[in-house]
């Protein structure tokens, strides 16, 4: 059974930074990607980051661009997303998401995740 756990989120002030880390089991981490996504209160749910485990392909939506940096430790089967410079506006439930599949695409197009975590709270005050 695929499992995603996430864990790093915390309350931070603004410009402060975290690391999240998504820890993957029960798949061969082998041509998977894994992304990050975020939902704010009253909002929709939005891709930030994702990367290739086969080649390290990363991507990333505009707004995490220049601030954020996704990583993977394939030896510890991890992902990591590096939040530096963080806003009032990063509030948010952080999940990973997982495409374990014969064909996988960088893209923050939810659809082709196929496994989500439960998420984990990141709060940055003003």
């Known amino acids: 059974e695929v499992q995603l756990v996430e864990s790093g989120g915390g309350l931070v002030q603004a410009g402060g930074s975290l690391r999240l880390s998504c820890a993957a089991s029960?798949?061969?981490?082998?041509?998977?990607?894994i992304g990050w996504f975020r939902q704010a209160p009253g909002k929709e749910r939005e891709g930030i980051s994702c990367i290739r485990r086969s080649d390290g392909k990363t991507t990333y939506a505009d707004s995490a661009k220049g601030r954020f940096t996704i990583s993977s430790d394939n030896a510890k089967n991890t992902v990591y997303l590096q939040m530096n410079s963080l806003k009032p506006e990063d509030t948010a439930v952080y999940y990973c998401?997982?495409?374990?599949?014969?064909?996988?695409?960088?893209?923050?197009?939810?659809?082709?995740?196929?496994?989500w975590g439960q998420g984990t709270q990141v709060t940055v005050s003003s």
């Open positions: 029960g798949f061969t981490f082998g041509d998977s990607v």
């Open positions: 998401a997982a495409q374990v599949n014969m064909i996988v695409l960088v893209t923050l197009s939810q659809g082709w995740y196929d496994y």
